[in-house]
């Protein structure tokens, strides 16, 4: 089994934020599998949904814990379902990836993400996958916590869209091909 994980705050205050774009894309790859969230085991703290049988199957999980303790989330949703770090891909955001790119990392730090720091020393690894999307810098002296919490502008939205479906697709790739999926991502953004 494998596991797509997209990071969020949850609640409305935090729908559609910068912040919560690793969950925007997560949703888009669940509808597109024609899967529904529903009600993870009552030890395992957020929404999830199956699509697959058998070593086919994935798991997408959506923590409903703030960002910064997303970490035993994802913790408890590996160990319910039996996961290996290895099986794990994490979609985020990240402000230090110009807007509209987007990486496949593989292990390496958290780069200041609360998020990924969480899910790093929950699990005792960073041998995991993430998925990173750039949703840009903060203005000025803006404190990037206030930014990240901040919806898209309108000039960045319909860009915004594009992008979650290009990150949908980078995802579903890697759940097949890791290695196409690295270079999908990173052409993402190149000619913008």
Do not use: C, F, P, Q
């Given at each position: 089994m494998q596991v797509v994980v997209g990071l969020r705050n949850p609640g409305a205050d935090y729908e559609r934020s910068r912040h919560n774009v690793g969950f925007d894309v997560l949703a888009r790859v669940v509808d597109r599998a024609d899967q529904s969230f529903g009600r993870a085991p009552s030890r395992v703290r957020g929404m999830v949904a199956q699509a697959g049988v058998g070593e086919d199957r994935v798991l997408y999980f959506a923590p409903n814990?703030?960002?910064?303790?997303?970490?035993?989330?994802?913790?408890?949703?590996?160990?319910?379902?039996?996961?290996?770090?290895?099986?794990?891909?994490?979609?985020?955001?990240?402000i230090d990836l110009a807007f509209g790119r987007l990486r496949i990392q593989v292990a390496g730090g958290s780069g200041g993400h609360n998020g990924i720091r969480s899910v790093e020393e929950s699990l005792g690894t960073k041998e995991f996958s993430r998925l990173k999307i750039g949703v840009g810098r903060p203005p000025g002296s803006m404190d990037p916590a206030d930014f990240v919490l901040r919806q898209f502008s309108k000039g960045e939205r319909s860009e915004v869209e594009v992008l979650m479906e290009d990150a949908a697709d980078v995802a579903e790739q890697w759940l097949g091909n890791r290695d196409r999926a690295q270079e999908i991502a990173a052409h993402r953004g190149r000619d913008a």
């Open positions: 814990t703030y960002m910064n303790e997303s970490g035993g989330a994802v913790k408890a949703a590996m160990a319910y379902y039996k996961v290996a770090s290895g099986d794990l891909l994490v979609i985020h955001d990240d």
